[in-house]
């Protein structure tokens, strides 16, 4: 049997990492377990453990068609967690900060990043996602303000930025 690589990232491959958790076979041991297990499920369509794994307060609101769109028309490139807050085995709660990489092939294959902030809760003993908060990632923000071309350069020169680091 050929295997292959587990789309969470992780490296090791997939029957050792993420298909346990999705065939229920083991429970995930804490929330970021459970986030890649749930990605790793969108990317290869097995969309009755997203659904498995919803919290039941939340579930009621999953469209069952667009799940299995986004899932069966992307291609997924990558899981990047960013940010945790808690979600370890003895939590109770967690909230995950996450950017997943894919590309649309309904429109064109183009690159897309979703960012989002996710909450979990145990719930009977198990972790479940919650809900969901979208981000978006705007433009880069200087901290400090641009040096212009005439402006004494910053290095403490008392040459203008041109004449001096910005040649």
């Not at 979208?134 to 641009?146: I, V």
Request: hydrophobic share 25%; net charge negative.
């Amino acid at each position: 049997m050929e295997t292959s690589t587990c789309p969470c990232g992780s490296a090791k491959d997939l029957e050792s990492c993420c298909l346990p958790v999705i065939k229920e076979q083991r429970p995930a041991l804490t929330a970021e377990e459970l986030l890649r297990a749930r990605y790793s499920a969108f990317a290869i369509g097995e969309i009755d453990f997203i659904f498995t794994s919803h919290h039941s307060k939340t579930r009621g609101e999953l469209k069952r068609e667009e799940i299995e769109d986004w899932s069966r028309n992307s291609e997924w490139h990558g899981l990047e967690v960013v940010d945790r807050n808690g979600g370890q085995a003895a939590d109770e709660q967690g909230t995950l900060t996450f950017c997943a990489r894919f590309s649309d092939k309904k429109s064109g294959g183009e690159p897309q990043e979703h960012w989002e902030q996710s909450l979990f809760e145990k719930e009977n003993g198990h972790w479940r996602f919650v809900d969901a908060r979208g981000l978006k990632q705007g433009p880069y923000q200087r901290e400090e303000p641009k040096v212009g071309r005439n402006d004494p350069c910053p290095c403490g020169s008392k040459q203008k930025f041109k004449k001096c680091c910005g040649k």
